[in-house]
Every structure is written in C-alpha cells, then in structure tokens.
T-cell receptor
C-alpha cells in the first residue's frame, strides 16, 4: 500500500534562512506524483509544488523547490529565504499511478513550520 | 485565477440531522474529490467522481454519505444522519490534469 511519512512534527527556522521539510514515500508503482501543500491557520490547502516520478529535473516554484531522490524515495521540500508568512502546516501527498479516473491523494501527517523573526 | 469554492464555510448541526456540503469546482475540470480532515489530523480521501459517477470511495464513505453533481457547476456531499465523529473540515478538490489537484477553502462541520 502507498504511504507518505513526514517525520518532523514541528520545525523552527529563522526569517530569511532556508529550511528543508522531509517527506519519504512508499509505493511499488513506477508512475506516481508527489505534491506539497501549505495549510495556514485559516485552514485552506494551498498547492505549492508537484514532482512527477519520471521528471528528471527537481521541480521549482519561486522560493519552493523539491529535492527529489527517487532511489531513496524521498521528496523533501526546500523553502529558501523564509518569511514570517511561511509559518503554517505543510503536507506532503502522493497520487496514485497513471492518469486514471481516480488519482486520489494520500497525505502525510504534516510538519508545522514556525518562522521566527 | 479560477478557484474551487465551497459553501458554507462553517456548518453546525445536531447529531442525526442531514447536511449538504456544496462545492463549485473549477469550470473546465472533469475530476472531483471530497476529502476530510479531523482536527489536528491528516487529510483523508473520501470519494472521487468522474463522468457523473463515483470512480473510487474509501472505507470512510459508507452508506451515510452520497455525492451528486446536480447541474453543470455544483458538486455536493450529503451526510444523511450525522454522527459526532463526522465533525471535521471537509475539502472539495478538482483537477483537469494528473499533475494538479486544487482544493477549496473547506467547510468546517461541527456535529453537536
């Protein structure tokens, strides 16, 4: 069965520094995708970044980058130049194989990031 | 920028009552989902919907739950007889491509 593991329940980072949030996954599928979402205290789920299993380059979106190490089954999120507004819960998620009608997401337990001034 | 919308933002109901949570997915999207998040826990898949039928449902999605796309824009989740343990944030999501899944702002359901 597919599984996402986020081992850091909470993280602190100083403003303007970079931070890495860990995510490992388990799947026997060859084709899959990995997502990161941000959930601020207001509760909404904000899509940050996506990495496909066949993508050779690490995904980047502005200050977010995904450190994808396929052999180690890890998909860590790197946030550069942290800002106070980055304080939130961060979830790693994986979608099922292929492009079928389901593609449901399986989520990890999340990491609560606190950015300190 | 197009977004998924959900109403109401907060619903309070008595145990045993029926509730309908409403979602308007992004207009050109074809795949729709409901997820729930019990307070302090991770997000869990409930059901996926495509081509006017359920494509997959989780073990949480029992006979008390149903989904419907009553018209070309709305996507609803009905809980027939709410239980205390149904209290959670319910998220609707939609997508067009496999490399995306956009979530609505959620409906916080409180069952008393």
């Amino acid at each position: 069965a597919q599984k996402i593991t986020q081992t850091q329940p909470g993280m602190f980072v100083q403003e303007k520094e970079a931070v890495t949030l860990d995510c490992t996954y388990d799947t026997s599928d060859q084709s899959y995708g990995l997502f990161w979402y941000k959930q601020p205290s207001s509760g909404e789920m904000i899509f940050l970044i996506y990495q496909g299993s066949y993508d050779e380059q690490n995904a980047t979106e502005g200050r977010y980058s995904l450190n994808f190490q396929k052999a180690r089954k890890s998909a860590n999120l790197v946030i550069s130049a942290s800002q106070l507004g980055d304080s939130a819960m961060y979830f790693c998620a994986m979608r099922e194989a292929g492009g079928g009608a389901t593609n449901k997401l399986i989520f990890g337990t999340g990491t609560l990031l606190a950015v300190q001034p | 920028e197009p977004e998924v919308t959900q109403t109401p933002s907060h619903q309070v109901t008595q145990m045993g009552q029926e509730v309908i949570l409403r979602c308007v997915p992004i207009s050109n999207h074809l795949y729709f989902y409901w997820y729930r998040q019990i307070l302090g826990q991770k997000v869990e898949f409930l059901v996926s919907f495509y081509n006017n039928e359920i494509s997959e449902k989780s073990e949480i999605f029992d006979d008390q739950f149903s989904v419907e796309r009553p018209d070309g824009s709305n996507f609803t989740l009905k809980i027939r007889s709410t239980k205390l343990e149904d209290s959670a944030m319910y998220f609707c999501a939609s997508r067009d491509r496999p490399d995306e899944q956009f979530f609505g702002p959620g409906t916080r359901l409180t069952v008393l």
